[in-house]
C-alpha cells in the first residue's frame, strides 16, 4: 500500500529512487513539501541535490518512486498532461542562465510569446511587472552582461515568474554572490512568497540562506543514499541528534 500522503501537501514525494543505470544516487525519499514553504534541499557535495531537483520539475524520471503535486502524480501522466503541470513551475538556475543575445525584456517575454496568446502590447506590459517585482524597473533593455551577478540573478527570477507559476524552484540562487547581494536576494524571496502565496523549493548549502527564510527542509546524505533529517533547519539545528546533520548545521562549529 502506498503511504498516505499528508492531506494539506503541495508537493509529496513517495518512496523516490533516484539512479544513473545501476547507480543509485537516493533511494526510499519520502516527504511532503506544504504550500507555502521555503523547502531547502541540503546535504553534503554529492549526496544528489540538484538530481533531486530534476526530479521534482520533470527533467527527469525517478527509477521508482512518484512526486505528487496537489495529489496528481508527475511521472504516471502522458507526456503532454506533464508538460501542461510543469507550466506550473518556475526555475532560477544556478547560472541565471538567461540568453545573452537578448535583452532582458525578451528573456522575460520568450515563455510568454509560446505558451500564451496574450498580444505583445500585454506582453509588454507583464515583463515591466516582473521587471518591478524583482528591483529592476527601467533595465528592460539591457544585457545580460551589462548587469551584476545580483541583478542576474533577479532577472532571472523575473523570467521563472513570467507564467504566474504557484511553485518556484532554486538551484543554488546565492552562488557567486558577495554577502550582500546574498541577503538581498533571500529576502526577495521571502518578498515575493509572501506576495505572491507561492512554494518554494531550493536547494543551498549557504548557512545564512537556510536558517533565515528555510521554514522546512530535507537532508541527503551520500554515505547512506538516503534521507537522515527533515523538518524545519532551525528545529533540526537545535534537536537533530544525528551529528552529520549538526556538523553541516554549524560547519563544524563546537561553540554552536
Same mark, same amino acid.
Given at each position: 500500500?502506498p ?8 508537493i ?23 504550500? =507555502? ?11 544528489g541535490k ?6 521534482l ?6 527509477a ?35 540568453w ?5 525584456a ?17 506582453? =509588454? ?6 521587471l ?17 551577478? =545580483? ?13 504566474d507559476?504557484?511553485? *518556484? ?18 529576502? *526577495? ?12 523549493v531550493?536547494?543551498t ?12 527542509s ?18 533540526? *539545528? ?19
Amino acid at each position: 500500500m502506498p503511504a498516505e500522503r499528508p492531506q494539506d501537501a503541495h508537493i509529496f514525494v513517495h518512496n523516490l529512487t533516484m539512479a544513473y543505470g545501476s547507480l543509485v544516487i537516493q533511494r526510499d525519499l519520502t516527504f511532503g513539501v506544504q504550500r =507555502g514553504d521555503i523547502f531547502i534541499i541540503m546535504g553534503g557535495s554529492g549526496c544528489g541535490k540538484s538530481t533531486l531537483l530534476r526530479h521534482l520539475v520533470g527533467l527527469q524520471a525517478p527509477a521508482q518512486g512518484d512526486v505528487l503535486y496537489d495529489g496528481q502524480s508527475l511521472w504516471q501522466v502522458e507526456p503532454a498532461e506533464r508538460e501542461r503541470m510543469m507550466r506550473r513551475f518556475g526555475v532560477l538556475y544556478q547560472s541565471a542562465a538567461l540568453w545573452s543575445s537578448m535583452t532582458l525584456a525578451e528573456n522575460i517575454a520568450l515563455p510568454l510569446e509560446q505558451y500564451t496568446d496574450l498580444s505583445p502590447s500585454r506582453i =509588454g506590459e507583464l515583463v515591466s511587472l516582473k521587471l518591478a517585482l524583482v528591483g529592476l524597473a527601467g533595465f528592460a533593455d539591457y544585457y545580460p552582461s551589462e548587469l551584476s551577478g =545580483g541583478m542576474q540573478k533577479r532577472a532571472g527570477l523575473a523570467r521563472a515568474m513570467a507564467l504566474d507559476p504557484d511553485i *518556484l524552484f532554486f538551484d543554488e540562487p546565492s552562488a557567486g554572490l558577495d554577502p550582500v547581494s546574498s541577503r538581498r536576494l533571500d529576502d *526577495l524571496i521571502l518578498e515575493l512568497r509572501d506576495s505572491l502565496g507561492a512554494t518554494v523549493v531550493m536547494v543551498t548549502h549557504e548557512l545564512a540562506s537556510i536558517l533565515t527564510i528555510g521554514t522546512n527542509s530535507v537532508f541527503l546524505d551520500a554515505d547512506t543514499k538516503t534521507m537522515i533529517a527533515q523538518g524545519d533547519p532551525k528545529k533540526l *539545528l537545535a534537536e537533530s541528534p544525528d551529528p552529520k546533520v549538526h556538523e553541516f548545521l554549524t560547519r563544524g562549529d563546537p561553540q554552536a
